[in-house]
């Protein structure tokens, strides 16, 4: 599974972005989809993900009420909105896939099998 993110940038406090990551390759193997992000100096942190069945879906505390996770089946993309941002946002933005039928919040960064390259997210205050 190859992953293309796109979308970051800088943006002011109070402003949207909107990530994009599109799928390509043997999607039909991906059993969840997630957002993680990495601030500078900080370990990685999922942002966001849901199962591709829909069964379940995760928002960190951090970000609930601010962020969205979605997808477009057809088109093998998922999207992260983001809202009301703020500067402890700023961070590189990855996504990624797991092969894992039981995905939840708590498996460990090992277990997501394929990753974007990241996009830069920057918010000034």
């Known amino acids: 599974v190859q992953l293309q993110a796109s979308g970051g940038g800088l943006v002011q406090a109070g402003g949207s972005l909107k990530l994009s990551c599109a799928a390509s390759?043997?999607?039909?193997?991906?059993?969840?989809v997630a957002w993680i992000r990495q601030a500078p100096g900080k370990e990685r942190e999922l942002v966001a993900g849901m199962r591709r069945s829909g069964s379940y879906q995760y928002i960190a505390d951090s970000v609930k009420g601010r962020f969205t996770i979605s997808r477009d089946v057809v088109k093998n993309t998922f999207y992260l909105q983001m809202n009301t941002l703020k500067p402890e946002d700023t961070a590189v933005y990855y996504c990624?896939?797991?092969?894992?039928?039981?995905?939840?919040?708590?498996?460990?960064?090992?277990?997501?099998?394929?990753w974007g390259q990241g996009t830069q997210v920057t918010v000034s205050s």
């Open positions: 390759g043997r999607t039909f193997s991906v059993a969840a």
């Open positions: 990624a896939t797991d092969s894992n039928l039981f995905w939840s919040a708590s498996l460990p960064m090992n277990d997501y099998d394929f």
